[in-house]
């Protein structure tokens, strides 16, 4: 039984630059995976690499055994594999209910001419994806917040709408960039607690994250990078008394 | 939709069935000018208020549908009631045909290949393309409509078959407005990356945003050409782009009341200030000038929530 996704020596340049050199991992399906490396490791390189928003230069991710290689974002995300962005995308002009209501398109499929006509299986189409997208917002703790515009959410909020409008989606693998990005400690306890609540849906997680205490608690395995090659990778406890991860985090000392 | 835009409508509908009675044949005439720049400013709006991508060569839509139908019925003898939608058929296909290797591009970069559009469009047609089109001189003779035997003549007759198909577009648009397909455009014109990452095909929505926009255009073409028997290129100049981007603009990007205040606007302030001669495009430029310095979201700003708040208020009142 192969994993859920698997990266194979993929690589990408920009230009000269190697930003993902030779990098290959695993994630098995029901696990929250972390990503974790230092700035400009090529992280979130490697997430746009598996979301289809880059082309890999060389090697090839599959998720449930079938090739990412070549397919558009939007085809990917039907396939299974929603995201957020490190610096939140919200469509801010609009509300939270709209915002969630995007994720839940690819699993709808009413067209114009229904639209215009609204026959029945269109209303009923609308009225399911409403529900789901509210019951989205309750999940992810946003609950009467629907008619709120996004921009006029706090910051925690917004991030936790972001990841509703990928749950709209129906995921099977979740991946996540900087969720914890700009939150407080307590934002980052309940959102460790979501994570949680997530994985027990039965999806599979991928996060990249810079706090440590979120990293350790929530993920089930670590994937560590630096200069784009992968240096390091297993349970939290392993990869805490890595040496070559301590060194990338906190440098070595002069022989 | 809300219950003041509702009266709105009602009020312009009442206001203008009655206006044959009030206004003499050539006022009237001006307000079919208005209906058919709103038709033609709400299919625009599809395109650059509700997708967001900026079509500075709208005429060229306009002159492929008028001249379908001019050809059809010229030619074939083909009434122009029927020629009506094959001209939105064909003004789509020609939409979906240009804008298939350029609609990856953004705002100001399709801005002008559109513009080269339009420009291309309308020297083909001076240039006789296939030996149809009739060359600087353009198509004469074109007949008018006739609708369960009547024949529509008269100005206050074309009144009524204008501001129909206004209703019947507003009526469908809005409709459109709070869907999936409106609310993938509306993805798609905020955050096309957010849209993408969503799930939404950005490449097919964009072209049916043009595809249908277009096809709007075809179709008002095709009634323009009734209207006037004679249709040549310089009515499909750059110029009608432009005034039918600015009405998009100038009343509200993305909002269905505001186009066609925009369009009303347009058209009739021109008018207005006719007893001023040639001053009157300065007095209009100053206007344009003020306004989007001053009013920049556009006279009638008004967004429509992109669900039916009905599903949302009994998907609350559920749990």
């Known amino acids: 039984m192969s994993a859920l996704l698997e990266l194979r020596q993929v690589t990408k340049t920009f230009g000269g630059l190697t930003a993902v050199d030779d990098i290959g991992f695993d994630v098995e399906a029901g696990l929250v995976v972390g990503l974790i490396g230092p700035n400009g490791a090529g992280k979130t390189t490697t997430f746009n690499l598996i979301t289809g928003n880059y082309r890999v230069t060389k090697g090839t991710i599959q998720f449930e055994g079938r090739p990412l290689t070549s397919l558009r974002t939007n085809r990917i995300v039907r396939l299974g594999i929603a995201r957020t962005f490190q ?18 398109h690819c699993r709808t499929s009413a067209g114009l001419l229904a639209a215009l006509l609204r026959t029945p299986g269109q209303r009923r189409e609308e009225r399911g994806a409403v529900e789901r997208s509210l019951a989205e917002l309750d999940f992810v703790g946003l609950a009467g917040r629907g008619l709120v515009l996004a921009k006029n959410l706090p910051y925690g909020d917004q991030r936790r709408l972001e990841i509703a409008r990928a749950l709209a989606a129906d995921p099977r693998l979740l991946v996540l960039d ?28 991928l996060l990249i994250e810079h706090d440590m205490s979120l990293v350790m608690r929530a993920c089930d395995r670590i994937v560590v990078m630096e200069y784009g090659k992968k240096i390091a990778e297993g349970t939290p406890e392993v990869i805490q008394k890595d040496a070559r991860v301590i060194a990338a985090y906190l440098g070595t000392e002069a022989p | 939709m809300s219950r003041r835009l509702l009266i709105g409508y009602l009020v312009a509908a009442v206001a203008l069935a009655a206006a044959p009675r009030f206004l003499d044949a050539y006022q009237v005439d001006v307000l079919n000018s208005v209906g058919l720049y709103v038709l033609l400013a709400l299919g625009l709006n599809l395109i650059l208020g509700d997708a967001g991508l900026f079509n500075m060569g709208h005429a060229a839509f306009y002159a492929v549908g008028a001249y379908t139908a001019a ?35 953004r705002g100001d ?31 004469f003779g074109i007949a008018r409509p006739v609708i369960f035997g009547q024949k529509i003549r008269k100005p206050d007759e074309f009144l009524y078959l204008i501001w129909g198909f206004v209703a019947v577009t507003v009526f469908l648009f809005h409709r459109l407005e709070q869907s999936r397909f409106g609310r993938a455009l509306t993805y798609l014109r905020e955050d096309p990356v957010a849209a993408e990452g969503s799930g939404i095909d950005t490449v097919r929505y964009r072209l049916m945003a043009f595809a249908l926009g277009a096809a709007w255009a075809g179709m008002t073409g095709s009634i323009y050409a009734a209207k006037m028997t004679i249709i040549s290129p310089e009515s499909f100049s750059f110029w009608e782009s432009v005034v039918v981007f600015l009405m998009v603009i100038l009343g509200g990007s993305g909002s269905i009341p505001g186009v066609m205040v925009g369009a009303a606007i347009v058209v009739l302030m021109p008018e207005v200030f006719r007893d001023l001669a040639t001053a009157r495009m300065l007095v209009f430029g100053l206007v ?32």
């Open chain 2, 288 to 319: 344009m000038m003020v306004m989007m310095v001053v009013r920049p979201q556009g006279l009638l700003p008004w967004r429509a929530v992109r669900f039916r708040r009905k599903d949302a208020e009994r998907a609350e009142a559920a749990r």
């Open chain 1, 87 to 104: 610096n939140i995308r919200l469509f801010q002009q609009l509300t939270a209910l709209e915002n969630v209501l995007a994720g839940r």
């Open chain 1, 178 to 205: 900087e969720p914890a990005g700009g939150m407080n400690e307590q934002e980052t306890d309940q959102l460790v607690g979501l994570i949680g609540r997530i994985k027990a849906r039965g999806i599979t997680v």
């Open chain 2, 109 to 139: 970069y399709l801005l002008v290949v559109t513009i080269g559009l339009g420009e291309i469009v309308r020297i083909a047609l001076i240039n006789d393309v296939f030996g149809l089109t009739g060359g600087a001189n353009g198509i």
């Open chain 2, 71 to 105: 050809i059809l019925n010229t030619r074939l003898g083909l009434p122009i009631l029927w020629a009506m939608p094959v001209s939105g058929l064909l003004a789509a296909l020609f939409a979906l045909l240009v804008a298939r290797p350029v609609v990856h591009l």
